[in-house]
């Protein structure tokens, strides 16, 4: 879901955004680092005028291939894993908001303090402005404080829905019948643009 002229992932707005960024460009690098020994091993063995026919195992190179791809998956796993725990951490909301997905639209509910409650439509194309994004502003924005703790209380209506905020790397599945939880915090003020990363109902 990028905007105007983005070609990599959106700016974070939250921690843990910042370490699923890092994360991607980790697995990256060794994703590189793979292609380049496989290229030059391909190259190398091109170039090659000796032949090796009558060789029929190589105890030390399947022993080095087999423990190289794990200990490989063994940097990749520890960070996701680290990840995947900071992900599901709690710690004590300063405010609850209540998000319930409906065929096209979502309902928004603060209840901490004055319970206010809202629907947030898509603007159709001929009311758009110039300034807008197609399929991403709304009529009613939500309000989040920035750098303290938020949890997000998601379900569904009607169908499945998936309600998420790329820049604050929140994804979270809205299912009729189930309250699902998660929570981040907000490191810079800005305009942030999420919506269903599901097809609704399949």
Request: one cysteine or more; charged letters at 15%.
């Amino acid at each position: 879901m990028t905007t105007w002229l983005n070609m990599t992932l959106q700016d974070s707005a939250s921690p843990v955004m910042e370490q699923l960024i890092y994360f991607h460009d980790h697995a990256l690098m060794i994703m590189l680092m793979i292609i380049t020994a496989v290229f030059y091993t391909m190259v190398s063995i091109i170039q090659n005028k000796q032949t090796s026919r009558f060789m029929l195992e190589g105890q030390m190179i399947e022993t080095v291939w087999t423990i190289a791809p794990a200990i490989i998956l063994v940097f990749i796993a520890i960070p996701s894993l680290r990840l995947l725990y900071l992900m599901d951490e709690i710690h004590n909301p300063v405010m609850t908001l209540s998000a319930v997905g409906h065929q096209w639209y979502w309902s928004y509910e603060y209840s901490d303090f004055t319970k206010v409650e809202f629907d947030s439509y898509m603007i159709q194309q001929e009311d758009q402005q110039v300034d807008t994004f197609r399929l991403l502003d709304t009529d009613n924005r939500i309000v989040l404080p920035m750098n303290s703790p938020v949890r997000l209380i998601v379900t569904a209506a009607d169908v499945l829905h998936s309600w998420t905020v790329p820049s604050l790397g929140v994804k979270t599945d809205a299912t009729p019948g189930r309250l699902n939880q998660v929570s981040f915090s907000i490191n810079r003020p800005g305009l942030l643009y999420g919506q269903c990363s599901e097809i609704c109902g399949a």
